[in-house]
């Protein structure tokens, strides 16, 4: 099979895509990937299918040629349709960008209407990152277009393609996707096409030969074909080898001419050709002549990819790089639009070519992908303009700036931050203050206030060295400041808040007034503030569809989502969550989606749906991985942990990658999966990390109600009671709130009622404890979180057992059974485990084989000691009575204290 001749073979996969494209004409589009090594005849196949498609057909092919603009396989697929292309210069957000994918792919729904369309990109493997973005788009709305997409791509070149192989990661999930692998011909197929190249019969011995030489590659197949001669045995052995016998067989200025042809650009152009080897045009055209009767070119072009890669290692390396200056030089002259390819020409040319051209031309190149919306391109071209001439710090700023805002406009906020520390240390070098709050603001709403990077220790720097007046960038510094201040609390946030939410209202200013809200936001984020949060929602909500503003609509909704979750109003929280998935949709932003995911599974834990908690949370680690700071890399880890400790899981997060997380996040969080490890029954383990971090490291102020209930697990558990009595004053002002963070919710683990029950009951107060806890099994069965509630059952079922007034006992029974079933129901099997057991030691099933001082120990337990008081009473050492604690759990079959107190209590 050889494009030009007949077709041979592939019978099997050429019936298998005319079903595809039967398919996609009724309606159910269809995307085919068609993968092979180079010259196994992909193209050929599409052609064939295309040939006799009986629908309109289009076509786009990859350039290997990095001077090619963003997009061109769509630009070439469009242009075969005779309809144009909609992205051009832009304002560059991820919203345009949605909007421009979703403009072609309604222009491709119209095209396709009528009968049917099957479009073709070939040579898929030197797609840009933002032509592959628009590919995975396309395949998501494919289902109900008649339309076929036939892709292909080289399977052996996909190792350091990385947007290739996020790519095809994504189009796996979508069902419309099939593939087909080419292989090389049989022999008699083989022996079939030397017949049609050589138009007459070969002998059973060349074939066999050339089956064997060439591998079945219908490319190789042809290209030895024309050297067959009768002593079969002069055939080359390599890929390269069996080409350059063709080209060997060229005049030396017509292989002068190919290789240096070969080196510029895959489209052939004989007045370029003239200026680069300095000759005149009809010799060019004289040798071009000779290059096409020879079959190495055809129609303006090389006649195979293999030829032109063959060709361009031939040529050495100084005529390279001066074929590339001469070539950049050439096309300033002729056409100064064409400014991807007059940057790649002089990028290419050096160290021989212009540096400060080269630079010049790569910024004027990213600032156009920019604005073409292909941001990966961008950064690369920024990173290239700086790297090719010396370069001021003025220039160092602003290039690394803009590098940064590529990169975050693609998701990638661990690298934007770095360009963006590198930007503004070239803009302190400058003085510029301007500059250097622009850089902050570049990362307004990203910053990380553990990372190395932080937007406002930047705003500070500026905001000293202005005058205090209503300026736009001094209000927007302010908020910025405050925002990420207000994080981890301080009287000077709150103030800067307010005077920058004051000074927008006075400018009038809408942009000024969305970061002034969003640093409120933050600012408010204590358990104090959830009203005032709840109407600082609404605000930036009615803002945002006042102006169309789907980034603010989404800010709107994520807040509000935040806060009727703690105000335990979970029906109307799960109402939010189908327009932050639509506006996530809109704006196309790898962020927006995470946050649409964390949301999502944190309302899914909350209702016991674990699996869908599982599933979502999986789809944001791979939005974040190797992409964000590593607290926003850790909050999947932390759901999933989460998820572990309460279903008994231990295949969600694997100990190494916890204690990674658990080294590099922020020290408050270590308490936290202490306390997960303490649920799931790993009691040693959590002891050690909680006893790693003093209870008195600073908490995020968003952090406050989980940290505290948190304090009162560990503290019930381990010690010391003043932990428990302090986290208890914390919570006690806000009984009627639900344990959630203030800021970016990642878990809601029901009342704050059941941890002030939990906190009561470790501290011996049983009747406060008991009250405390019949009110979390109100709270949390009437706002519909069946995990907690379950909790607070099995909780209450201890606190009465505990307690032994007449009728605690059978109360408790009661209790722990339903606590059992709904742990059964809901698959959490420890609780399930624990419920089980105290409804055992109730009903006096539990063998107690204890020696009289574990009895002693156990007793003392009942009566809420600690493991230190207990020493002190029974004057023997802390470890001790460590020790008769672990022996008692191990001897009743038993998980926590709590349990051991509660069957020591019947025992009286």
């Not at 590198?422 to 553990?450: C, H, K, M, N, Q």
């Not at 706002?783 to 907690?788: D, E, H, L, M, R």
């Not at 050492?877 to 001897?891: C, F, P």
Request: contains cysteine.
């Amino acid at each position: 099979m050889q494009l030009g001749e007949g077709f041979v073979g592939r019978g099997e996969e050429l019936t298998f895509l005319r079903a595809r494209l039967t398919e996609a004409r009724a309606g159910h589009g269809r995307l085919v990937l068609v993968t092979g090594e180079p010259g196994i005849g992909k193209t050929s196949l599409a052609r064939r299918l295309a040939d006799e498609a009986g629908v309109p057909v289009g076509w786009g092919r990859a350039s290997e040629d990095e001077g090619s603009p963003p997009y061109w396989i769509f630009q070439q697929l469009t242009r075969s349709l005779h309809r144009r292309f909609p992205i051009g210069g832009t304002d560059g957000s991820a919203e345009v960008r949605f909007a421009a994918f979703e403009a072609f792919s309604d222009d491709l729904r119209e095209v396709a209407a009528p009968r049917g369309l099957l479009a073709v990109l070939d040579d898929l493997q030197w797609a840009d990152a933002a032509s592959l973005a628009l590919l995975v788009h396309l395949a998501r709305a494919l289902e109900r277009v008649p339309l076929m997409i036939v892709a292909t791509y080289r399977d052996t070149e996909t190792t350091g393609r990385t947007a290739l192989t996020a790519a095809l990661s994504a189009l796996a999930r979508e069902p419309v996707l099939s593939r087909i692998r080419l292989v090389g011909l049989t022999e008699p197929e083989v022996a079939e096409q030397l017949a049609q190249v050589r138009d007459r019969p070969v002998t059973a011995e060349i074939a066999a030969l050339v089956s064997r030489r060439s591998g079945g590659n219908p490319f190789f197949v042809a290209e030895l074909a024309r050297l067959v001669d009768t002593a079969g045995s002069t055939l080359p052995d390599g890929v390269v080898d069996t080409v350059r016998a063709r080209l060997a067989r060229l005049s030396e200025p017509c292989r002068e001419l190919v290789a240096t042809a070969a080196v510029l650009g895959s489209q052939i152009d004989p007045a370029a050709l003239a200026d680069v080897l300095g000759r005149p045009v009809g010799d060019i055209l004289t040798d071009l002549d000779e290059a096409t009767n020879a079959g190495v070119m055809t129609a303006g072009r090389f006649g195979h990819d293999l030829i032109r890669e063959s060709a361009r290692l031939s040529l050495p390396t100084a005529a390279r790089l001066t074929a590339h200056a001469r070539m950049a030089a050439w096309l300033e002259r002729r056409d100064g639009t064409r400014v991807s390819e007059i940057a790649h020409h002089w990028l290419e040319s050096l160290p021989v070519g212009d540096p400060v051209r080269a630079a010049d031309w790569a910024e004027r190149a990213a600032d156009q992908a920019m604005s073409q919306l292909a941001w990966e391109r961008a950064v690369d071209l920024y990173r290239r303009a700086l790297d090719a001439a010396p370069a001021s710090a003025a220039d160092r700023a602003r290039l690394r700036r803009q590098e940064g805002i590529a990169h975050l406009r693609g998701g990638d906020i661990k690298h934007g931050s770095q360009a963006l520390a590198a930007a503004a240390d070239a803009a302190r070098e400058t003085g510029d203050t301007a500059a250097l709050g622009e850089v902050a603001l570049a990362i307004e709403g990203l910053s990380d206030p553990w990372g190395t990077f932080s937007g406002a220790k930047i705003a500070g720097e500026v905001l000293a060295a202005t005058p205090p007046g209503d300026d736009p960038l001094r209000a927007r510094l302010l908020a910025l400041r405050a925002g990420e201040a207000g994080f981890l609390g301080g009287d000077d946030a709150e103030r800067e808040s307010a005077e920058a939410l004051a000074i927008a209202e006075r400018l009038g200013d809408r942009e000024v007034l969305r970061s002034a809200l969003r640093a409120r936001q933050m600012v408010r984020s204590s358990p104090d503030g959830v009203h005032e949060r709840y109407d600082l929602a609404q605000r930036m909500l009615a803002l945002g569809e006042e102006d169309d503003d789907p980034d603010a609509m989404l800010w709107g909704r994520l807040w509000r989502f935040d806060a009727l979750l703690m105000l335990g109003r979970l029906d109307e929280a799960e109402g939010e969550l189908p327009p932050i998935r639509a506006l996530a949709e809109r704006l196309n932003r790898p962020v927006a989606r995470w946050h649409a995911l964390r949301s999502t599974g944190a309302l899914a834990v909350a209702r016991g749906r674990f699996a869908e908690a599982i599933e979502v949370t999986r789809q944001s680690i791979a939005i974040v991985a190797g992409r964000a700071q590593v607290s926003l890399e850790g909050v999947p880890y932390t759901v999933l942990a989460a998820i572990e400790a309460l279903t008994g899981r231990t295949d969600l997060v694997t100990r190494p990658m916890l204690e990674v997380f658990t080294r590099s996040a922020p020290r408050f969080t270590v308490h936290i999966q202490a306390s997960y490890l303490l649920l799931a029954g790993e009691r040693e383990r959590a002891r050690e990390l909680y006893a790693a971090v003093p209870c008195a490291d600073p908490v995020p102020v968003p952090a406050t109600l989980p940290a505290a209930a948190v304090a009162i697990e560990l503290g019930a558990e381990f010690g010391p009671p003043a932990s428990v009595a302090k986290a208890a004053a914390i919570l006690r002002p806000h009984a009627g709130l639900f344990v959630t963070g203030g800021a970016g919710t990642i878990l809601v683990t029901g009342s704050v009622r059941r941890y002030l029950g939990l906190a009561a009951a470790a501290t011996g107060q049983l009747d406060d404890a008991v009250r405390e806890l019949r009110l979390a099994v109100a709270a949390n069965d009437e706002a519909g979180t069946p995990p907690f509630a379950a909790l607070a059952r099995f909780q209450l079922a201890d606190a009465l057992a505990r307690r032994r007034r007449p009728g605690d006992a059978d109360e408790a029974q009661a209790l722990a059974m339903s606590a059992s079933s709904a742990a059964a129901r809901l698959g959490m099997s420890p609780l399930r485990r624990d419920a089980d057991a105290l409804a055992a030691s109730l009903r006096g099933d539990t063998p107690g084989p204890l020696t009289p001082r574990e009895r002693e120990v156990a007793a003392h337990l009942a009566d809420g000691l600690t493991n230190k008081q207990i020493a002190a009473l029974l004057h023997i050492s802390e470890r001790t009575a460590e020790s008769h604690v672990q022996h008692i759990l191990t001897k009743l079959g038993f998980t926590n204290r709590a349990q051991i107190a509660a069957w020591a209590a019947t025992k009286r």
